[in-house]
C-alpha cells in the first residue's frame, strides 16, 4: 500500500496499545468518530495542538516543527500507529513525521486521493481545504502520481479551491446558517462551473458542513479525508496483525490538548458525536 | 491618568526610541495606522505573534506567557512605550506584562471604556469582541471601576456580544460581503434590542468592518479601541517629554512577525492602509 513504508525504525508492537491521532485543534475529532465507529476494539489518543491552531495559515518549516512534536508525544505513549488528522500537517509535513517515527504514519492525502480516482467517472474531481493546503498542491501532485502509477490512461482534470472561512463557521457551530449557505456557494461556484463528479473534504472540519456542501452540489459525491484514513489504518492493522481483536473500551478517547480553552469541549463533543470524558492539558515544544 | 501606573522598573528613555506595538497577528495594525497618522514623527517596531495567533480561544495562562514573551522582544528593541494592540491580551494579561516591564504599557480596555462613558448618552453601551473579551469581563469591570472612581452618578448599563467570525471575516477582507452582513445582523441583534448608543469595538480586528456594523447600527458611536489606546500612549509621552518631536520616519513600521505565511503580507498591507515594507520572521519563547 504506497501510504505506507514500514520504518527502518520499527520497534515490537502490540495490539492493545492504542492508535495516536493527531491534528491542529478539534477538526481531527471527525475523523476519530470514523476510528471509534469502525474500529470500536481500538483504544484511541487524541493530540489536538490547540495553543497553536489553526497550521492552515503557517509556513511549512512551522508546520513540520509543530507536526514532529505532535508524533513524539504520540510516540511516548506507545501507540502502534499514527493518523495525521489534519490535512495542512499531510500535506507539508508527512515525511518529516515519517522520518521520525517508529511505527506507522497515515497521512488523509494520499487516502483519499485514491477513493477519488476509484469514484469518479467524469475524471472531473474537486479538492477543498484550507489555503495552505491548497497551495501546497498535495492532492493535485499525489493524484497525478497515482495515475501515473496505476497507468490510468483516461483525462483526469483536478480543481482546488481554498475555503478558508469554512473551520469557523465549523467551530462556532453554523452548520447550516443562511451566512453558511452564502459562502459554500461563492466559495464552491468554480467548482460546480467545473462539473466535478467527486469532491475531497480536504479539511477534517469540513464533514460537519456536510449537509450545505452537498446542497450546493447536489449530484456529487464527497470524500470525508478523515474516514479514509481511518480505512488505510485499519488495513495496515490487519496486515501487520496488530489491530485490536478483543472488545476494548469503545468510545473512550484519551484526549490531550496544547490549550484547554473553555470553548474547547463544547466544541469538540459536537465534532466527536459523544461525550469526550477528560481533555488534558499538556506542553509541547519546549 | 489611570491606565499608566510609573513602574519600579523605570530605566533613562530618550524620545528617539521607537514605540513598540504588538499583537497577536495582523489585527493590532489598525491600531499602528492610527499611530502613523497621528503621531506621525514616531518610529514603530510592530512584533505580531501570527505563529500562535489567536489568543481570543486561549487560556489566560497561555495568553499570559505568549503575552510576556512579545514584551520581552519589544523591550530587547529598546522601545520607550508598548501599546498592547490585542484585546484579548489586554484583557487577560495586562497586570502581568506591567510587571516585567519597564517602559510604560498601555492597554487597549481602559482608554476605550473611558471614551465610551464620556461620550454616551443614555447610558446604554455595547461591547463587541472576541469570546475571551467577552468572557473577561474586563471591559464591563472597567467601566464599573470608572463609574465608581469617578462618581458618576447616573445608571450605566453594559451589554457585551461576542463576535467570533468577524475575525476571519476580516481577515479574508469580506468588509462588505452579503454574508458578513447576515452575521453581523445576528451578532448585532440583542445590541440593537438593547437600544445602545455607543459601542466599543473591542477588538483590534473589528475596525475593518466599520461600514457592515455601522449600516447594522446606524445611530450608534463606534469606539476604536486601538485608536482610543493610541491617544493614551500619546498623553503619556507628552506627560514624560518623552514625545518624538523631530519629523522621523514616517510610515516606516519595522515589523516582525513569529510566523510570516503568503497570506501575512496582503493581509497586513490592507490593515495598515499603506505597504509595509519588510517583515522579519523571529522565535519567541524557547
Known amino acids: 500500500m504506497s501510504v505506507f513504508s514500514p520504518s527502518p525504525l520499527s520497534t515490537f508492537v502490540e495490539e492493545s496499545q492504542a ?14 468518530r470514523k476510528l471509534v465507529n469502525m474500529l470500536p476494539n481500538e483504544r484511541v489518543i487524541y493530540l489536538g495542538d490547540t495553543a497553536r491552531v489553526p497550521y492552515g495559515n503557517k509556513t511549512a518549516a512551522t508546520v513540520s ?27 507539508l509535513a508527512l515525511e518529516s513525521v515519517q522520518q521520525i517515527s517508529s511505527v506507522p504514519v497515515v497521512g488523509v492525502i494520499a487516502p483519499a486521493a485514491e477513493t477519488a480516482l476509484k469514484q469518479t467517472r467524469s475524471g472531473n474531481i474537486g479538492i477543498i481545504g484550507t489555503r495552505a493546503t491548497v497551495q501546497s498542491a498535495a492532492y493535485q501532485t499525489k493524484i497525478k502520481h497515482l495515475c501515473a502509477s ?22 462556532e457551530g453554523w452548520h447550516y446558517h443562511p451566512a453558511t449557505r452564502l459562502v459554500a456557494e461563492e466559495y464552491l461556484a468554480p467548482l460546480k462551473k467545473a462539473q466535478i463528479d467527486t469532491l475531497i473534504l ?16 447536489p449530484n456529487v459525491q464527497l470524500i470525508n479525508s ?5 480505512s488505510v489504518a485499519d488495513a495496515i492493522l490487519h496486515e501487520m496483525s496488530i489491530h485490536a481483536a478483543q472488545r476494548g473500551m469503545n468510545r473512550i ?24 470524558g477528560i481533555a488534558e492539558e499538556v506542553r509541547l515544544g519546549k
Chains 1, 2 share one sequence.
Open 253 to 276: 478517547v484519551e484526549c490531550y490538548v496544547t490549550d484547554k480553552s473553555t470553548a474547547f469541549m463544547s466544541v469538540a463533543e459536537r465534532f466527536l458525536g459523544f461525550p469526550l
Open 150 to 171: 496505476e497507468g490510468i490512461e483516461r483525462e483526469v482534470r483536478v480543481f482546488a479551491e481554498a475555503c478558508p472561512l469554512f473551520v469557523p463557521f465549523a467551530e
Open 65 to 91: 516543527t509543530y507536526s514532529q512534536e505532535c508524533v513524539q508525544f504520540l510516540l511516548q505513549r506507545k501507540v502502534k500507529l499514527v493518523i495525521v488528522a489534519c490535512n495542512t500537517a499531510s500535506a
Open 202 to 217: 480536504g479539511c477534517t472540519h469540513y464533514p460537519m458542513l456536510t449537509d450545505v456542501i452537498q446542497d450546493v452540489l
Open 19 to 32: 492508535i495516536g491521532v493527531f491534528d491542529s485543534g478539534v477538526g481531527g475529532l471527525t475523523a476519530v
Open 226 to 230: 478523515g474516514e479514509e484514513a481511518v
